[in-house]
């Protein structure tokens, strides 16, 4: 437990405005953006500057409390929260950025820097960051580093590893080090890109140097109407394989665009499209990414498109991007709790997963509604319910859980950008086997040896190889059956997919 | 009972190559399966062996000191090529030529060039981070993996990141094996993300003086072109008798056309294209050159920085062989030189915040330098632990911790 003599030592640090105990104050950070986990700090410390960070997290060593990094709080795996015996280290008012070079395009700044804004301080230069998730006006690039954040345009620019250059970083005991170089070459082992998406177990970053991008000249955006999910699936299959990357190739499903359109966020997308197809191409001269969007038009049409329509404007293109990034906003309307899944698959089996992700949504009578990176193949089903509904919430974790069975089955993984966090750290186990998470773990005690710094996140604490192993094993041997089962059926998944063991989330 | 005896008790008699043995007597063993090679090294580890990885051996000099060397030369299959998803799955044996050819087979392309012979294996390539010019406009080695497998230096068989594009279930150790140069494990697997064989792929080269040359690539480099390389060769690199920039376009017709358009349009028009042949031997000869020579080196600074670089390199060691790539701000260098020397640039180097990475040299030289030198305050005892953590025996004969001790 958090001691008054720490709370005071904290407040010395950081001033007392900036130190939260009040159960109110604490009760604003027990959640992150996926509100069906919920954990109350201890304390909640809000430092204003580097120094502050490595004195606040100096104090916390010698004490040996530990605590956990955070952002803004959008993430969406519950891997922002702490726990009551932890301090939560917000990092919002570290917001500065620091430098913008135009000339090398790279920028330095803190990590409370809300993403958008850093793209607003480049564009007079002609300069965007490109990973963008869908929240971007309000995540931060701290938060993005920990996650190793994608969004829409990471298609084609990569997720937020391929634009970070160099870190300072401060470990567990309050050690202050230099990561990477402004050049982006690695000095010694890729150190950068181990941390980048260690969801803060190796330490708080607290200056982030990234790459900027040109903005581009020319955009094409498409709106592509389907009347099946299935044939928008194989659509996405065909832009992929066709060799032209897209900047952005998106879908949603008939359930997200009714939500969008009756919001505020409508976009004009099609209510009777069992799916829509949005994607954008981009690129420096008019004639070639003209060029491009016809031939994407050509796929479209020839694999089931009904329409497909090209923003006119700029304006147009805003709002057709509007209804996108804020579909999950939208989705709240419908009910009161919503799961976000974050699985990723090989695109040619898109059509499958969908289909395959509806029927599980069917046989438990949950509304799911599919908003997500098409062109990277990962989907993002979203289940609405109303937790106060006795049972209800069993049945959502059961789905889920058979949800991420079939994305594995097809040869997927958990989380595409979202992070382990809390929510899915029963899954790991079923995608790693033991040795690979013991090797994680002994990672992450090279640089947190007591395992302080975000406790209880990424690395199920039962990592070891005989658990792992039986778990593995049960779970091949029941999706060989699966597999061997639903090819005579043609579904690629099966209604009998693994049960995840409670016990995988450890104590 | 000898090394080779129980090597063949282990693997099999045939997985100790009788004909090709290493310079240094030492006992080469060729595991057929990543299975086999955890199996070796899990045994080197009770044995106390110390063991030297090896590719094709046309990269990195066979020369570490070791008791047995492990190469991956029969790890040369590629399990899974998904022109669909733009994926596969090859062996880290496997050599860049044979890959290359398997993925052109189905339409695929992996944008990389890395230096070195044809023949190079692809976990050489990873092991060592080397990318070539297409690094311009295809990221770093890093950028095409979605996924390694490798084989600690106790025996364990260790899964990171997949097979599918995007994935951040867990930590990112497939970052820390490229450009780990083995230290971290063996590599014997990779997933990679491919792209489309570009339909149109284009070379076109413009000879003249360094210092007109860094104009043009400034030139470029402000128009914002999309560019697959932009590279400037010495001459000898290029085998011309003046320095070289050469521009790589590669994707749709459209795009290739109106880039070129572009390209011209930015510098006047002065550049000259090659024909398919020319430009596969122009980009070969170059790569080649950098194996044949006894020490290759790398620096990496911001872009503007690309000219003050090379002029510090042709003071400090020569500039007879080298290329740099002015959009990315990346240098290679290849030639003699000595430790004293390197030591002299690294510290120079170092304190403008760029960074040294030894390629590849002899064995005394790299591990009096290192490949990476003095690490930086506090990174030292991290690296140490991680090597520690995969290697616990420090049974992989690497010099990632250099007699240049700092931090």
Known sequence: MIDHALVEALTQIVGERHVRTAGA?????????LTVHRRLPAVVVLPGSRDEVIAVVRLLAVHGVPFVPRGAGTGLSGGALADQDAVLLVLTRLNRILKVDPRNRVATVEPGVV???????AAPHGLLYAPDPSSQSACTIGGNVAENAGGPHCLKYGVTATHVLALEVVLADGQVIQLGSPGGEAWGPDLVGLFVGSEGNFGVATRITVRLLPVPRAVRTLLADFPALRTAGEAVSAVI???IVPAAL??????CIQAV???????GYPRDAAAVLLVELDGRVDDSVAADAASVEAILKDHGARSVRTAVDARERERLWQGRKKAFGAMGRLSRDLVVQDAVVPRSSLPDVLEAIGRIGERYGLTVSNVFHAGDGNLHPNISFDGRIPGLRARVDAASGEMMAACIVAGGTITGEHGIGLDKLRYMPLIFDGDSLTAMRGVRRVFDPAERVNPGKVVPVHACREWAGVRNAEFQARNAEVGTRSASRGDGVSSSALRVPSSAVGS | MKIVERVKALLGRDAVLEDTGAPDGLPRVAPASPDAVALLLGTAREEGWRVRVEGAGTWMPADAAADLALTTRRLDRVPSIQPQDLAATAEAGIGCDQLRQQLADRGAWLALDPPGLAGRTLGSVVATATAGPLRHGFGAVRDHLVGVTFVTGDGRLVQSGGRV?????G????????GGFGAFGVIVLVHLRLRALPRVDQTLVLEGSREDLSRVADDITAAGLTLAALELFSPALARRDRWVLAVRLAGSAALVGAEEAGLRSATGGQFSALRADEAHAFWMRAAEAFATRPVTFRVGGLPDSSDDLLDLIQHQVGDEWVSASPGAGTLRWTGETTVDRLRRLRRTLAAQEVPLTVERAAWPLRRAVGHFGAYREGVGPLVA??????????AIAVAVESEDRAG
Do not use: C, I, W
Request: hydrophobic share 35%; charged share 25%.
């Open chain 1, 25 to 33: 104050e604490r009760a604003t950070y027990a959640k992150d953006g």
């Open chain 1, 241 to 243: 394989a066709s060799g």
């Open chain 2, 385 to 394: 632990g991680l090597r520690h953590t995969f290697d616990p025996g420090n």
């Open chain 2, 171 to 178: 930590y990112d150790l497939t970052k820390l094996q490229a």
């Open chain 2, 165 to 169: 594009m995007k994935n951040v279930a």
């Open chain 1, 261 to 267: 359109e009756d919001s505020v966020y409508a976009a």
């Open chain 1, 250 to 255: 998106e879908m949603m499903d008939h359930s």
């Open chain 1, 115 to 121: 993403n958008v804004k850093l793209s607003v301080a």
